[in-house]
């Protein structure tokens, strides 16, 4: 088992940035792909970025290329979120997502990933 937990989001302005991260616990966090997804009011939930265990190797939506960076520090066992330029299409509630297998899948979609967090609200406003 795994337990994920958001923290760090909020109210922001457009242009703004904000931080948000997710904490694991209940598995060596190293052999977790970790990804971020997003879910705005009556809209279905999407990939917003991924990263691999290592850290090696990214992916990003192309609505955030460019404006979001996904990182993570092993060591705490946290993945971080830096979102840049931030845009009122950016408004929704963010869930952290973790996939616990050894084999590659798609981690575009969400039944990828085994684990998921409660999710952090941020709000852009124009």
């Known amino acids: 088992q795994v337990q994920l937990v958001e923290s760090g989001g909020g109210l922001v302005q457009a242009g703004d940035s904000l931080r948000i991260s997710c904490v694991a616990s209940?598995?060596?966090?190293?052999?977790?792909?970790m990804g971020w997804f997003r879910q705005a009011p009556g809209k279905e939930r999407e990939f917003v970025t991924a990263?691999?265990?290592?850290?090696?190797?990214?992916y990003y939506a192309d609505s955030v290329k460019g404006r979001f960076t996904i990182s993570r520090d092993n060591a705490k066992k946290t993945v971080y979120l830096q979102m840049n330029s931030l845009k009122p299409e950016d408004t929704a509630v963010y869930y952290c997502?973790?996939?616990?297998?050894?084999?590659?899948?798609?981690?575009?979609?969400?039944?990828?990933?085994?684990?998921w967090g409660q999710g952090t609200q941020v709000t852009v406003s124009s």
């Open positions: 997502a973790a996939d616990a297998q050894p084999y590659y899948r798609d981690r575009r979609y969400p039944r990828s990933y085994d684990y």
């Open positions: 209940g598995r060596t966090f190293s052999s977790l792909t």
């Open positions: 990263i691999t265990k290592s850290g090696g190797n990214t």
